[in-house]
């Protein structure tokens, strides 16, 4: 075999084991990629319904009831996911308040270049905060 030859088929073997630990790798870093997005973001931006199902999914992760046990405290894990709720709900109510109120106090004291930058922060806010609505 000349040199060439040799390096050609160098060169295309190197490039299939490239591509073959690419392919082996790559859905690997995506799949801990999206798998770390949701452990951060807990959850936040779930709708109650799915923070109900995952609230109780984890205690009975923890617990690891029996079916009979199970069937009790399913009713114990639902009254808490609604109280949940409602905390978030009121909760993001006082925090917005208090968010309107630091705009307020801030706006004779910054530039209307500032003003603006807070307000688009607020409003992204408004869309993320459940319980918030619009003012």
């Keep these: 075999m000349n040199?060439?030859?040799k390096k050609a088929v160098l060169t295309l073997t190197g490039t299939l084991i490239i591509g073959v630990l690419l392919g082996m790798l790559v859905p690997g870093l995506f799949h801990k990629v999206k798998e770390r997005e949701h452990r951060g973001r807990g959850d936040r931006g779930m709708e109650p319904e799915h923070k109900k199902e995952w609230f109780t999914g984890t205690i009975y992760k923890i617990?690891?009831?029996d079916s009979d046990q199970a069937k009790r405290?399913?009713?114990?894990?639902?009254?808490a996911s609604r109280q949940i709720d409602s905390l978030e709900v009121s909760s993001n109510?006082?925090?917005?308040?208090v968010l309107d109120s630091v705009k307020k106090q801030l706006k004779p004291?910054?530039?209307e270049e500032q003003f603006k930058r807070l307000d688009?922060?607020?409003s992204k806010a408004k869309g993320q905060w459940r319980g918030r609505g619009r003012h």
């Design 3 to 5: 040199s060439e030859r």
């Design 120 to 122: 688009e922060f607020d």
């Design 109 to 111: 004291m910054i530039t």
């Design 93 to 97: 109510l006082g925090l917005a308040a």
């Design 73 to 79: 405290i399913r009713p114990v894990t639902e009254w």
């Design 63 to 65: 617990i690891q009831p």
